[in-house]
């Protein structure tokens, strides 16, 4: 097999998800990789090309691993963190998609083969068409909008018993909401949480399970707002509704307290896309404090780190939860890695990411059938972009030739 070299290094933007890097790897094969990564596009951007393309122009495009070690162990030096593993993140999953387009397989294959036929999806209240989100990207924010097709969010609060029941229909397992975030929105409200807002918060759950029973599993996603009594207040009252999990009902940035909202929260809770490294999650496996590993592919290195906490939790027994509410690679970089390891469980989808956004910026996407999503048949990741992302030269750019 012929050395690719990469000879050049494309980001870009787009005004369809604001909040997404768009990234193309370019060998000198004629093979080329995509990746990306979300939240601050401009500032990974800034560091692709400002940091890592001396390193990665003429470089030998198939050392996937020896790239990752380098640019994450050079980052710690000012902090491997943030826009820089989301950075190398990007990179990370535009290497592996060159590796396994060169090798002639999908890269589910590359990764150790066939383990589950398709991945178990659950479906998140993404935002519809008409709920713009306030400030651009911030973490964690959303507006629920206006009825519209495929505004989840909206139907969650309005008709959640007609949106479980469509849910059914279609053969998905599963739904997650956030319907507690207006509290924790209001002044304070990430420290105490009134028996009214909870009442209000959780009546879409409520409603769901007069209607449908325990045939739908329920989620709920804090979105790391509230700190331990508030979380405990829900948890209690969410032990009735016999939730799958709840994700980030308390902010993740101190492991003890996790372990302790775990231990008396009475419910299972999965932990955490905001966590970055491999440390982290070893902390978070090692002191009990999570039920499910919940990880996003392109915010912890790419799908060599999401490879590493995957096997980690299974060492611990521990299943895998994939995030994904940002971007079509992200998606496909879990369902690859849930195809090559059997304790994936879910992978989060958005209905209207899977049938309008994401279908709109690649080429192809791998189908849902059952509930489950299947797994990509072309070779590397399954897809690439939209070439009409980078007509624009404005808006791209580029390191190398």
Not at 77 to 82: E, L, M, Q, V
Not at 164 to 192: C, M, R, S, V
Not at 297 to 309: A, C
């Amino acid at each position: 097999m012929p050395v690719p070299r990469i000879t050049r290094i494309e980001t870009t933007t787009t005004p369809r998800l604001p909040g997404l890097l768009v990234t193309r790897v370019h060998t000198d094969e004629g093979i080329v990789g995509s990746g990306e990564s979300y939240y601050i596009p401009r500032a990974v951007a800034a560091i692709i090309h400002d940091w890592m393309a001396p390193r990665l122009i003429g470089a030998d495009a198939l050392n996937t691993e020896g790239h990752y070690r380098f640019l994450y162990e050079r980052a710690t030096n000012f902090g491997a963190r943030g826009a820089e593993l989301r950075a190398i993140s990007a990179i990370d999953l535009a290497l592996w998609d060159i590796k396994a387009q060169m090798a002639g397989m999908p890269l589910w294959q590359l990764l150790g083969g066939r383990v589950q036929e398709g991945v178990r999806i659950y479906s998140s209240i993404g935002y519809g068409k008409a709920a713009p989100r306030p400030g651009g990207s911030w973490p964690g924010y959303g507006q629920m909008g206006e009825p519209a097709p495929l505004n989840d969010y909206w139907r969650a609060v309005n008709e959640p018993e007609a949106l479980a029941q469509e849910l059914l229909a279609e053969g998905i397992g599963g739904l997650k909401l956030w319907t507690l975030d207006f509290a924790a929105h209001q002044p304070n409200g990430n420290l105490y949480i009134t028996p009214a807002d909870l009442e209000k918060g959780l009546a879409p759950f409520h409603a769901i399970r007069a209607a449908v029973g325990h045939r739908l599993e329920l989620l709920l996603d804090g979105h790391g707002f509230f700190q331990l009594p508030a979380a405990l207040r829900i948890a209690e009252a969410m032990r009735e509704i016999r939730p799958l999990c709840l994700e980030d009902v308390i902010r993740p940035d101190c492991v003890d307290t996790i372990r302790d909202f775990r231990d008396r929260g009475g419910v299972p809770i999965a932990v955490s896309e905001m966590l970055i490294s491999t440390e982290d999650y070893r902390l978070v496996l090692e002191k009990r404090a999570a039920d499910y590993i919940m990880i996003d592919p392109t915010w912890v290195g790419g799908v060599s780190q999401t490879l590493r906490i995957t096997d980690l939790a299974q060492a611990y027994n521990i299943p895998v939860m994939m995030h994904d509410c940002t971007g079509p690679l992200t998606l496909l970089a879990g369902v690859h890695v849930g195809i090559a390891r059997g304790n994936v469980a879910w992978q989060e989808t958005v209905r209207v990411n899977l049938r309008e956004r994401y279908p709109a910026l690649v080429t192809g996407f791998p189908a849902v059938r059952n509930g489950l999503i299947t797994a990509p048949e072309g070779n590397g990741i399954g897809t690439r972009w939209d070439d009409a992302l980078f007509a624009d030269s404005a808006t791209v750019e580029v390191s190398g030739k």
